[in-house]
């Protein structure tokens, strides 16, 4: 099994950065895919970024293009997001997740860390 743990959320003001952590532990060698979701007050869970741990691949929702970036270090078995330009609708709880295939789709992925909490204020 593979654990996920997440770091790095807090309160920014708009037009500000974070940088988002998720250690990976456990069976490392079955993640194939490391995604990004978040889900905002009141509302579903949605995609956010995902990287394909061998070879880098990435790939974004529209949201967020241009402003966020995913990045992995295999070497340590994490993965980052760093969030730029960060909004007020931005405000949600991050989590990461582990999957096998190219995919945002939420039923790709078996594995989810608990979630850090980014608040975006105006």
């Known amino acids: 099994q593979v654990q996920l743990v997440e770091s790095g959320g807090g309160l920014v003001q708009a037009g500000g950065s974070l940088r988002l952590s998720c250690a990976a532990s456990?069976?490392?060698?079955?993640?194939?895919?490391m995604a990004w979701f978040r889900r905002a007050p009141g509302k579903a869970r949605e995609f956010v970024a995902l990287i394909r741990m061998s070879g880098g691949s990435t790939m974004y929702a529209h949201p967020v293009s241009g402003r966020f970036t995913i990045s992995r270090d295999n070497a340590k078995n994490t993965v980052y997001l760093q969030m730029n330009s960060l909004k007020p609708e931005d405000t949600a709880v991050y989590y990461c997740a582990a999957g096998v295939a190219f995919d945002g789709r939420v039923e790709n992925y078996q594995t989810w860390g608990q979630g850090t909490q980014v608040t975006v204020s105006s």
């Open positions: 456990g069976r490392t060698f079955s993640s194939y895919v």
